[in-house]
């Protein structure tokens, strides 16, 4: 069927979701990364904007 439709088709077991820790992991270091990268960006905008308060 992978050849046939050119997609990447797995079947998942139990187990599964242990084998994929790792890779999860790492997927929540990056939305850190993308969230702190938003916070800087909202931080930025706010004082262009004049209206970021020292708390």
């Known amino acids: 069927m992978n050849m046939q439709s050119g997609a990447n088709i797995v079947i998942r077991r139990k187990g599964s979701v242990t084998e994929g820790r790792g890779r999860g992991r790492a997927k929540a270091s ?26």
Request: glycine share 8%; proline share 0%; net charge neutral.
């Open 30 to 55: 990056g939305r850190r990364e993308i969230n702190d990268r938003n916070l800087l960006q909202l931080r930025d905008l706010a004082v262009v904007n004049g209206t970021l308060r020292d708390d």
